[in-house]
């Protein structure tokens, strides 16, 4: 399953997860939010750059993901970087569980979005880590195309 569909409203990305992993496959799951979690994803305000998906007590579960407090909401207002429940099928969940304790892949939040029901969901990628000679390799393939481009378009 893809992550961004026509009719999606991203609210974050995480930019660097291209940058620092190979990803391999990615799911979109649904998350467990408070009223004033989704207030604040609505203002457009989260940050997914630090956070990844993993193991709580045989749940799929998303940390470290920054939701900031929704002013407005005040005497009931959520903790920024509680852990957060994702939604998948217990099937996916458990063939996901079983990719982090065998195969030592990590589940990356690529972008939380709403989709056109107005639902909040997160994409997340299977990864695997990229050592620094592969980010310099991918880096030197990306100005390649740049250049190939580049010489393409000034003689055509």
């Known amino acids: 399953m893809s992550g961004q569909k026509s009719g999606d409203h991203v609210i974050a990305k995480n930019r660097r997860a291209r940058h620092d992993y190979f990803i391999e496959d990615t799911i979109e799951a649904g998350l ?7 207030k604040s994803l609505r203002d457009g305000k989260a940050s997914i750059g630090e956070s990844y998906a993993g193991q709580d007590r045989g ?12 002013p407005a909401a005040e005497p009931f207002n959520h903790e920024p970087r509680r852990p957060r429940r ?5 099937k996916e969940r458990d063939k996901l569980l ?3 304790q065998r195969e030592g892949a990590t589940l990356v939040p690529l972008q939380l979005y709403f989709n056109r029901r107005g639902i909040a969901k997160l994409a997340l990628g299977i990864a695997k880590g990229k ?6 390799e991918t880096e030197k393939k990306r100005d390649w195309q740049r250049e190939k481009a580049r010489l393409m378009r000034d003689k055509g």
């Open 32 to 38: 467990v939010l408070t009223g004033s979690e989704v």
């Open 59 to 70: 749940e799929l579960t998303l940390f470290n993901a920054h939701i900031p407090e929704y």
């Open 86 to 90: 994702l939604l998948v099928h217990k």
């Open 98 to 100: 079983g990719l982090i």
């Open 131 to 136: 050592k620094q000679r592969d980010k310099r």
